[in-house]
């Protein structure tokens, strides 16, 4: 039977061959513990809900753990950008954050989606306060967002 693999793994070292098969049995591992445990996003299976500027001014409901995701448009290669004035550590962590381009053109100064992730720690009510281009103030903001979250301890 040893004879047959012979030919598969010609010109290779047993030694090396082993070290190669026992490689690639543990990335597999590691892959199937990623997919299983990690949705596309890279985050875990809690509940995500997700606001816009449209929500500015808005109470939403989430449970501890679960992610809130505040999706924002900004031009970022202006310096025009959405910089957080209030984020309660104490209940939200922020986890991520990214942009996408929303238009297929790519145009330089062109407006993209920024996207922000805040996981829920712990119950309670809490406010979001982002300011966009407040390097001058709070004051001087040309654009605000506000959201009060309450985190409750269970889904419902």
Not at 14 to 40: D, E, H, K, Y
Not at 73 to 94: K, R
Not at 123 to 133: D, F, L, P
Request: with cysteine; net charge neutral; glycine share 8%.
């Amino acid at each position: 039977m040893a004879r047959r693999c012979i030919p598969y793994l010609q010109g290779t070292s047993i030694p090396s061959a082993r070290r190669g098969l026992q490689l690639l049995g543990i990335s597999i591992v590691a892959l199937l513990f990623l997919q299983c445990c990690l949705s596309p996003s890279g985050i875990s299976e809690a509940g995500m809900v997700t606001v816009t500027k449209e929500d500015t001014g808005h109470t939403v409901e989430i449970a501890v753990g679960d992610i809130l995701q505040i999706e924002l448009v900004g031009t970022p290669t202006t310096v025009y950008w959405w910089h957080f004035d209030v984020l309660n550590e104490a209940y939200l962590e922020l986890i991520n954050k990214e942009t996408r381009e929303i238009s297929a053109e790519k145009l330089e100064g062109a407006p993209v989606l920024g996207i922000w992730q805040v996981r829920a720690k712990k119950a309670g009510t809490t406010s979001i306060a982002m300011a966009y281009r407040p390097w001058e103030g709070r004051d001087k903001a040309i654009d605000h967002f506000s959201l009060t979250v309450h985190i409750v301890s269970e889904r419902r």
